[in-house]
């Protein structure tokens, strides 16, 4: 079964603080994995998707097949990365364009 | 921020009224979706439509029905057959490559919250 599992609900840390949000997922093809964000009072938005292999607002993410993992991570948190943050699936040949999303974790950032 | 609208903002709605939420998009998208977000459970997908006149079922599109008439709407029905209707509800929509699986980009909608008094 398709599955994205975001383990943590919150996440806080003190401003300066190395981030890290946690992703794995399970599927049996070859998976496209993204992260979007929902800032406070905004629409849910893309953060980052893996086959762009680029960083946004100083996050970056790595998809390690082998532990089927898609973790998300800044090395200095800032008090605007407060926001919810959503990993997603797409199966490259499901042919759907279908996204699965996990359960989300909110990131709180302290100053 | 225009390109993905909904409406109405905040719906309430009785216990067995049928009730309608809107989403259009002028981004000349070929592909809508209906999410269901609850907290603690993300978004889940309630119904998508590829191409006008065609549509699939999602996760937990028991209860919900959708139309296609026009690429720009993607209309939801919610029935007084669904059982937990409270929610919030986001409309995306992404382009679709047809043939490549490939998935695109997903713009959201700023979401309309269904409350059942």
């Known amino acids: 079964a398709q599955r994205v599992t975001q383990p943590e609900k919150l996440l806080s840390v003190f401003k300066g603080a190395p981030v890290e949000l946690k992703c794995n997922y399970s599927?049996?093809?070859?998976?496209?994995l993204f992260w979007y964000v929902q800032y406070s009072r905004q629409r849910l938005q893309l953060l980052l998707r893996h086959i762009s292999r680029e960083s946004i607002k100083g996050f970056t993410a790595d998809l390690n097949k082998g532990e089927t993992s898609f973790h998300l991570k800044k090395p200095f948190a800032q008090e605007e990365d407060s926001a919810m943050y959503y990993c997603a699936l797409s199966g490259r040949l499901s042919n759907t364009g279908k996204l699965i999303f996990g359960q989300g974790t909110t990131l709180q950032v302290k100053p | 921020d225009g390109g993905i609208t909904q409406s109405p903002k905040y719906l309430f709605r009785k216990e067995g009224q049928n009730v309608t939420l809107s989403c259009e998009q002028n981004?000349?998208?070929?592909?809508m979706y209906w999410y269901r977000q609850d907290p603690g459970q993300g978004l889940r997908l309630i119904y998508y439509?590829?191409?006008?006149?065609?549509?699939q079922k999602g996760d937990i599109a028991e209860g919900y029905s959708v139309s296609r008439e026009k690429k720009e709407s993607f209309p939801l029905t919610v029935t007084s057959a669904q059982k937990n209707p409270t929610a919030f509800y986001l409309c995306?929509?992404?382009?679709?490559?047809?043939?490549?699986?490939?998935?695109?980009?997903?713009?959201f909608g700023p979401g309309t919250r269904l409350t059942v008094l």
């Open positions: 981004l000349n998208h070929d592909a």
């Open positions: 995306a929509s992404s382009i679709y490559p047809v043939g490549t699986g490939s998935s695109d980009t997903q713009y």
């Open positions: 599927y049996s093809g070859s998976p496209e």
């Open positions: 439509s590829q191409i006008v006149n065609d549509f």
